[in-house]
């Protein structure tokens, strides 16, 4: 007998909660730097691969590239979508689709296969890697974005704070967070048949701007970011909200380097690993 009630994809679930949209209008800047860093040319053509709505994958098209940004969320693969259309970009579009499994696209086809905080939450790393090579051509390179284990800055420090107040994860689960570790790296993408030599990875920054003071930050995360909506569940069924709510709070003025009220800027580290497929 089938089961009547399709399983919950948990993955797809998290980032189909709130509105990540609200958390991406504070990393535009920064995206569009790093369409520039990566060397995203006219003609290319780009993958972004947990593309959200567009943080890269439009900087990306508006270079004259070919973009195709693939997403699990069906409401960020929508207001991307709605993004691109605004601009007119007629060469970005934007599908539903699981890192773990590009099925339905084709082997060597793309120059570029961008992943920015994207691919590093699926939860299998190892296809990942390897689906991420399968689709790149020869010649062609891989440029992925992932937030550092233990590091001073935002994203690791959120996720420290978080998991104080969070039940322990399910029996196999790997952290998204093991993609910021080059020895990771290096396991992963050799499996995927690339040689150590052909990896690199480099510390780089990537800055948060939110127009209001960090406890509005704070509040946007609280409200809009699935991770952390999930940890102050978890924290306010054991009337802890406020203490994580404290805890994220502190964390965000420390960080923050504007120097206005209205204004929040917080600088973060993330490794920015760059695949040259063979
Ligand atoms: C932190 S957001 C980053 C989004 C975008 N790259 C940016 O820089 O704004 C993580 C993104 O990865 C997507 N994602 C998570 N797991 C995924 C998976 N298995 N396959 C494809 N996308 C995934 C989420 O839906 C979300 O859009």
Known sequence: MTDPTPAVNPNKALWEKGDFTR?????????????????IAPGQRVLDL?????????PAARTGADVLGVDISRNLVAAAT????????????????DACNLAGLEDKSFDRVVSI??????????????????????????????WIPNDPTLVA?????????S???????????????????????????????????ARETYTFDFGGPPAGFVDAFRRYYGPTMNAFEAAEKNGRGDALRQGLEELFASQNRSGRADATSIPATFLLVTVDVG
């Open 167 to 201: 039940p322990p994860p399910p029996e196999g689960f790997v952290s998204p967070m093991t993609w910021g570790v080059e020895s990771n790296v290096i396991e992963r993408f050799g499996a995927a048949g690339i040689p150590s030599e052909r990896i690199t990875c």
């Open 50 to 58: 947990g593309c959200g709505d567009g943080t890269t994958a439009i």
């Open 117 to 146: 905080f994207g691919a590093m939450f699926a939860p299998k790393p190892f296809d990942v890697a390897r689906e991420m090579v399968r689709v790149t051509r020869p010649g062609g390179r891989i440029a992925m974005g992932n």
């Open 23 to 39: 958390i991406a209008a504070t990393m535009r800047d920064s995206g569009e730097a790093l369409v520039k860093a990566i060397g």
């Open 157 to 165: 420090q959120i996720l420290k704070i978080s998991s104080a107040y």
């Open 82 to 97: 709605a993004r691109a259309a605004e601009e007119r970009l007629a060469n970005c579009r934007f599908q539903e689709g």
